[in-house]
């Protein structure tokens, strides 16, 4: 079983479209990180949140870490193409310790 | 500024023949380094992770082995390659901070034949 849950799987949407994708977990977690990944590419990291509750804002992108640290999301606001990828989750149960991955939602944003 | 470089970018080769891929990093000493297995447009499996020269430590049993024979270079190895071994593997060291940040390679993307 996967440490780390996302969902949708698979994500289709119109440009100009409001969404958000989903990382869960039945574990705490120290910190959590967002990547986006471009087929035949390396991860970018998006953004890292460590405070239960803390949101964070990078452009059109609004990222939330759940109260209890078990879960965080990613909303997008007006997708555009460039947005399309795989985003992945990544979670730290401890400080130190190595990382776990979710299985990832592919975003496909249609001009 | 920090960079990682892994080659090749993509390999073809027969089962039962070797591997050997590279990874590099520049601008930073004593980095965690990390070996990762990423199924078609899934998720990332860690294979090898390394704290420093020599030490290498395996998250599942598999054909593959690693080793780390400088500080900043983390090799992948194969004696012998499975169909099973084909993905795209993926490099990565790891900044401690405040928060640990991992950052990524741009991948090798191996088929087995």
């Known amino acids: 079983t996967q440490l780390l849950e996302q969902s949708p799987q698979f994500l289709s949407i119109q440009e100009g479209e409001n969404l958000t994708v989903y990382c869960n977990s039945s574990s705490v977690f120290s910190s959590l990180q967002w990547y986006r990944q471009e087929p035949g590419e390396g991860p970018v990291l998006l953004v890292t949140?460590?405070?239960?509750?803390e949101v964070k804002k990078l452009k059109r992108l609004t990222f939330q870490f759940g109260d209890a640290r078990k879960d965080s999301s990613l909303h997008i606001t007006a997708a555009q193409p460039g947005d399309t990828g795989l985003y992945l989750c990544a979670g730290a149960r401890n400080y130190g310790q190595n990382f776990v991955f979710g299985p990832g939602t592919r975003l496909s944003v249609l001009p | 500024s920090q960079t990682i470089h892994q080659w090749p970018a993509t390999l073809v080769q027969p089962v039962g023949s070797p591997l050997s891929l590279e990874c590099t990093v520049e601008?930073?000493?004593?980095?965690?380094l990390y070996w990762y297995r990423q199924a078609a447009g899934r998720g990332l499996q860690l294979l090898f992770y390394s704290v420093g020269i020599g030490q290498i430590s395996s998250e599942v049993p598999q054909n593959l082995s690693a080793s780390r024979p400088q500080d900043r270079q983390f090799i992948l190895s194969s004696k012998k390659l499975l169909l099973s071994d084909s993905g795209f593997y993926l490099c990565a060291w790891m900044y401690r901070g405040i928060t640990d940040t991992q950052y990524f390679g741009p991948g090798t993307r191996l088929t087995v034949l």
């Open positions: 949140v460590v405070t239960g509750g």
């Open positions: 601008g930073t000493s004593n980095p965690n």
